[in-house]
Nanobody, 114 residues
Framework: QVQLVESGGGLVQAGGSLRLSCTGS????????MNWYRQPPGKQRELVAT???????DYTNSVKGRFTISRDNAKGTVYLQMNSLKPEDTAVYYC????????WGQGTQVTVSS
């Protein structure tokens, strides 16, 4: 059974930092493309950051220079370091793995207060 478990969300003031983690089990992690999505209140889910199996990363424009995605294949974990957080970063953040199929975590809430 595939599981993606996110952690690290919480409440932070604007300008602060958080580090999200997502640990996968039941998948061959090192061949999975890993993504972080977010869904702000009342809005659609959007792709925030993606990282390939070889570590090549890309970001949506609104987080470039502030967020960093990384992965540790040995630990089966992907991270999202979020710095200089803004109130508009408030959302539920979801981990997504594309291996044979498309897998999702349960989400972790990030709230940035002004």
């Amino acid at each position: 059974q595939v599981q993606l478990v996110e952690s690290g969300g919480g409440l932070v003031q604007a300008g602060g930092s958080l580090r999200l983690s997502c640990t996968g089990s039941g998948i061959i992690f090192n061949i999975a493309r890993m993504n972080w999505y977010r869904q702000p209140p009342g809005k659609q889910r959007e792709l925030v950051a993606t990282i390939t199996t070889t570590g090549s990363a890309d970001y949506t424009n609104s987080v470039k220079g502030r967020f960093t995605i990384s992965r540790d294949n040995a630990k089966g974990t992907v991270y999202l370091q979020m710095n200089s957080l803004k109130p508009e970063d408030t959302a539920v953040y979801y981990c997504n793995a594309i291996e044979r199929y498309n897998y999702w975590g349960q989400g972790t809430q990030v709230t940035v207060s002004s």
